[in-house]
């Protein structure tokens, strides 16, 4: 069974930090491309960070980059996301994904989602 649960979120103030992970099982993490998106409310869903199957890729949202990281560490199946700088305009349900393209259809798994709050 498939399964990825993300953890971390919570409520942290502006300029605050808040460090995010995603507990992979069910498939063979290493070959997925994985993605960081989020939703604000009344928002469509946004792609924040994305990272190649072996970690040596990556490529951020302009609105994130230079604040957030993404890191993954296929030996214990897990992803993270290290937010630094935070903003209220952060503020958003934040979900990974994890994504397999080849030449047949795509595949995409996703999480429950984590909710980060930016306020003071």
């Known amino acids: 069974q498939v399964q990825l649960v993300e953890s971390g979120g919570g409520l942290v103030q502006p300029g605050g930090s808040l460090g995010l992970s995603c507990a992979a099982s069910?498939?063979?993490?290493?070959?997925?491309?994985m993605r960081w998106h989020r939703q604000a409310p009344g928002k469509e869903r946004e792609l924040v960070a994305v990272?190649?199957?072996?970690?040596?890729?990556?490529n951020y949202a302009d609105s994130v980059k230079g604040r957030f990281t993404v890191h993954r560490a296929n030996t214990n199946n897990r992803l993270y996301l290290q937010m630094n700088s935070l903003r209220p305009e952060d503020t958003a349900v934040y979900y990974c994904?994890?994504?397999?393209?080849?030449?047949?259809?795509?595949?995409?798994?996703w999480g429950q989602g984590t909710q980060v709050t930016v306020s003071s």
């Open positions: 994904n994890a994504h397999w393209s080849s030449l047949g259809p795509d595949i995409d798994y």
């Open positions: 069910g498939f063979s993490f290493s070959l997925y491309v």
């Open positions: 990272i190649s199957s072996g970690g040596g890729s990556t």
